[in-house]
């Protein structure tokens, strides 16, 4: 879709902390993390809303999110990796994955004032980056 941003994440005309890609998905921090190392899993095929992927998309995009779930956890040393799916934000299937510590209040989103500086997700970036 031309004017979808996760399309153009994709295919590289906009930039992102990107931590993961395969044939099928791309995984890239969230710029508005409610946690440290909030991040997307997204399908590379443009679909609005999950249940309606292809089932290779779907299978695709799900055994990304259990091998970056696994990591996160290590990499952040969090009990949980929480799981957020709603897409009202932008309509390309997306699937947060957020290292959470005690449980709903983790999902909270940030003031603005929160939210990390460019270099910081860099930063972060270092530390999650998985090919
Ligand atoms: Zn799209």
Not at 24 to 33: E, K, M, V, W
Request: aromatic share 8%.
């Amino acid at each position: 879709m031309n004017d979808c941003i996760f399309c153009k994440i994709i295919s590289k005309e906009i930039p992102a902390h990107i931590v993961y890609e395969d044939d099928l998905t791309i995984a890239f921090l969230d710029r508005n993390p409610v946690q440290k190392g909030h991040l997307m899993v997204i399908p590379k095929n443009h679909t609005d809303e999950f249940q309606d992927m292809p089932p290779q998309d779907y299978e695709a995009v799900w055994n990304t999110v259990k091998k970056i779930s696994s990591h996160l956890k290590r990499v952040f040393a969090s009990p949980k990796i929480g799981v957020h799916v709603e897409g009202f934000g932008v309509a390309h299937t997306h699937i947060h994955l957020i290292p959470i510590y005690t449980g709903f209040q983790d999902f909270v989103p940030k003031p603005e004032s929160e939210r990390p500086t460019d270099q910081e997700l860099t930063d972060i970036l270092e530390k999650v980056k998985m090919n």
